[in-house]
C-alpha cells in the first residue's frame, strides 16, 4: 500500500522545501497539499491557522501518510506544537508531524559568530515570535533581529521576481535589518517563498553574511530524522512517485507551481474535510 511522505503548506511556498527534500531523498514517494483555497495563513488567528492545519494533516493522515512535514512557517509556528502534544495521540498515535522551525533555528544558531542572527519573514511568522523563543531556548546568547516583508510572497506568486520594483522591496527590507544591527551575520529566509528571491537579495547584502534557505537545511534534518526513527522510516513507501493536491484551481497550481519547481507539475483537486 502507499504510504507517502505528506509535506503541506497553505500553498505554493512549500514547494521550495519539496524541491529540496526530493532532491536529497528521491527513493521516497511524496504527496504533497497546497490549502491555497484558504491561503495565506499569516493573516489567520493561532485558532484558525491550528483548525486549518490539523483538517490538512488528518487528510494526510487518511491518504495513507505516517509523517507529515508542515512546509509553512505559519503552520509550524502556530500549529505544531499542539497538534504534536494535544491531537496526534488521539487521532494517530505512531504518525508523526514535523515543522520547519527548529531544524532551521538549530542551524542558524550555529552558524552565527558575531551572535547577531537577522530572520525575513511574514507578519504572521515575525508577529509569532516563534524563531525568538525556539532560538532563545538553544541558542540564549544570540541577538534576534526580525523584518517583516508582506511584499515578498505576492511578488513571487506573479512571478516580478527580478525587477526595478521587486529590488526596492528588496533592499528596502534588508537596509531595515541592518539598520537594527549592522553586525548580523547569518539571516534566515522564514518563508519558504523568498528562497526565489535569494539571488536578487544577495546583491543587497554585506560582504561575509551568509543567507540561509530553509529547503536544503529540512531535506538533511529530515534525512537525518529517518535514520533515527526506523519504525517510522519502514512505513514510507519508496517508488520515487509525486503527487501534488490544491483545494483550488489546478490550472492556477500548475502554472505557479512550475515556477516554483523550475519544471512543469500537474495538480488534482481536492476538499479537505472541515
Wanted: charged share 20%.
Amino acid at each position: 500500500m502507499d504510504a507517502p511522505i505528506g509535506i503541506f503548506d497553505s500553498g505554493y511556498g512549500g514547494l521550495t522545501v519539496f524541491k529540496s527534500i526530493k532532491e536529497r531523498l528521491p527513493q521516497y514517494d511524496y504527496l504533497y497539499l497546497g490549502d491555497n483555497a484558504r491561503t495565506p495563513y499569516g493573516t489567520r488567528s493561532f485558532e484558525t491557522v491550528y483548525e486549518y492545519t490539523l483538517e490538512a494533516v488528518k487528510y494526510l493522515f487518511d491518504q495513507g501518510c505516517h509523517l507529515v512535514i508542515l512546509a509553512c512557517n505559519t503552520a509550524s509556528a502556530k500549529a505544531l506544537r499542539t497538534i504534536q502534544q494535544n491531537d496526534l495521540e488521539r487521532i494517530a498515535p505512531g504518525k508523526r508531524v514535523l515543522g520547519v522551525i527548529r531544524p532551521t533555528t538549530e542551524l542558524l544558531g550555529k552558524l552565527s559568530k558575531t551572535k547577531n542572527v537577522g530572520v525575513f519573514g511574514t507578519n504572521g511568522t515575525v508577529k509569532s515570535n516563534s524563531y525568538l523563543i525556539e532560538l532563545e531556548k538553544f541558542y540564549p546568547e544570540l541577538k534576534v533581529f526580525q523584518e517583516a516583508c508582506p511584499m515578498w510572497v505576492p511578488l513571487v506568486e506573479n512571478g516580478e521576481i527580478d525587477n526595478a520594483g521587486t529590488e526596492y522591496f528588496i533592499k528596502q527590507h534588508v537596509d531595515n535589518i541592518f539598520s537594527k544591527c549592522p553586525d548580523i551575520d547569518s539571516l534566515l529566509l522564514a518563508c519558504t517563498h523568498y528562497p526565489m528571491l535569494a539571488s536578487v537579495i544577495e546583491k543587497y547584502l554585506p560582504a561575509g553574511v551568509t543567507l540561509l534557505s530553509q529547503g536544503p537545511i529540512v531535506a538533511e534534518s529530515l534525512e537525518d530524522y529517518l535514520s533515527r526513527h526506523p519504525e517510522i522510516e519502514s512505513n514510507c513507501s519508496k517508488s520515487g512517485s509525486e503527487r501534488f493536491l490544491t483545494s483550488d484551481s489546478t490550472d492556477s497550481f500548475n502554472s505557479i507551481g512550475s515556477l516554483f519547481l523550475e519544471r512543469p507539475l500537474n495538480s488534482e483537486h481536492i476538499k479537505i474535510p472541515h
